[in-house]
């Protein structure tokens, strides 16, 4: 399809700019929920809690933001996104609901700790599960019969498989969070659960990726044909290297901890990045897979745009707010840098 630059195209790039910043941002708080059974003593959990009690509910102003947008912008894709996805909007809004009481009350309780502990690694997986179950559905792609299912028919093994490999993404990207807030026995006990994470989550990218061009041959003929397709294979290398950069890493954290060593403040960091990028790269290789579809095979963004006269009503509430909600993103990050002990609680 002939690439159109105007209102539906700009309004696009900044859904898929709100979904990133929120896959990475509340990705690797859901991840420290994720990882908190396999943490075992209060002290770890209080470490584990601490890490991210200062953003846990600034990153998802992104989902907020993300909802919006795609409210406005694409209201057709939004009614039919929440017809199809009913049930996991449903299931991952209450896990969300569930880790945001449990973060309020675990501070201040005693007896019920221990409630409140699995309140919050339970609502971190169902959210994180019916993120990536979503994801497994639009990369399969939908059709008209796909949109009138009801009930659990949607799901599918391949989504059930994507589910599992996102709460693997979010617990890899907690782990380089920890690597780089933390000290001593957690950050090692981090750098070895993310090594091994690493290793199942590049696993998942190529079956995916293996999957969705067998599966699908407009997406094949995307990747392997045309002027371009040499150009889209520096993503996947991209990804390998990147990958290779983490693993050694996260290897050189536990190898200079062992030997009692100064770790290297580079090494503690540089984690956190690189799984960063390789969410990144995942994610452009799966907005180039898909475009301009909003719903794959039924839906582009140029047909589920709202009229002009609605894009150009919101326009100057975009310009406003993302630029604030940019600013105070920075700053909370800038006023909390550094390891957890080096700033004073405010739970």
């Known amino acids: 399809m002939e690439l159109q630059f105007g209102l539906p195209l700009f309004y696009f790039l900044l859904l898929g700019f709100a ?3 929120y896959v990475l941002l509340d990705g690797f708080d859901l991840g420290i929920g994720i990882l908190y059974p396999w943490f075992n003593t209060d002290a770890e959990h209080d470490h584990l809690m601490r890490s991210i009690s200062h953003v846990w509910d600034g990153n998802e102003t992104w989902l907020v933001f993300g ?60 959210a994180a599960f019916c993120q990536g179950l979503m994801l497994g559905v639009l990369v399969q792609g939908t059709d008209n019969n796909t949109l009138m299912m009801s009930s659990l028919q949607w ?12 709460m693997a993404g979010y617990a890899l990207l907690a782990c380089t969070y920890l690597t780089m807030k933390s000290r001593g026995a957690i950050q090692q006990k981090a750098a070895r659960y993310g090594q091994r994470l ?20 407009e997406i094949r003929q995307r990747w392997f044909g045309g002027s371009y397709a040499l150009g889209l294979f520096l993503l996947p290398l991209s990804a390998i290297l990147t990958a290779r950069l983490l693993f050694r890493d996260l290897g050189r954290v536990q190898r200079q901890f062992a030997a009692e060593a100064d770790i290297n403040a580079r090494h503690e960091s540089r984690p956190f990045w690189l799984a960063a990028s390789l969410f990144l790269l995942a994610f452009t290789g799966l907005v180039v897979g898909l475009f301009p579809y909003l719903l794959p095979r039924h839906l582009t963004f140029y047909q589920a745009a709202a009229p ?4 150009s009503f919101m326009l100057p509430g975009i310009i406003i707010f ?26």
């Open 155 to 166: 799901l599918s093994p391949f989504s059930v498989f994507t589910g599992i490999a996102v």
């Open 308 to 311: 002009d006269n609605s894009l």
């Open 67 to 126: 909802g919006v947008i795609l409210f406005g912008a694409f209201p057709l894709a939004y009614a039919s996104i929440a017809s199809l996805f009913y049930l996991p909007i449903m299931l991952m809004l209450i896990g969300l609901i569930f880790r945001g009481v449990a973060f309020e009350y675990r501070f201040k309780s005693t007896t019920s700790k221990q409630w409140w502990n699995r309140a919050f690694a339970i609502g971190s997986s169902l």
């Open 19 to 21: 979904i990133l910043m």
């Open 322 to 347: 993302v630029p604030l909600i940019l600013a105070y993103t920075l700053w909370g990050y800038h006023i909390f840098r550094g390891k957890i002990e080096d700033y004073e609680e405010g739970y």
């Open 198 to 217: 690493l290793l199942f989550v590049m696993l998942a990218m190529l079956l995916v990726s293996l999957w969705t061009l067998w599966a699908q041959p």
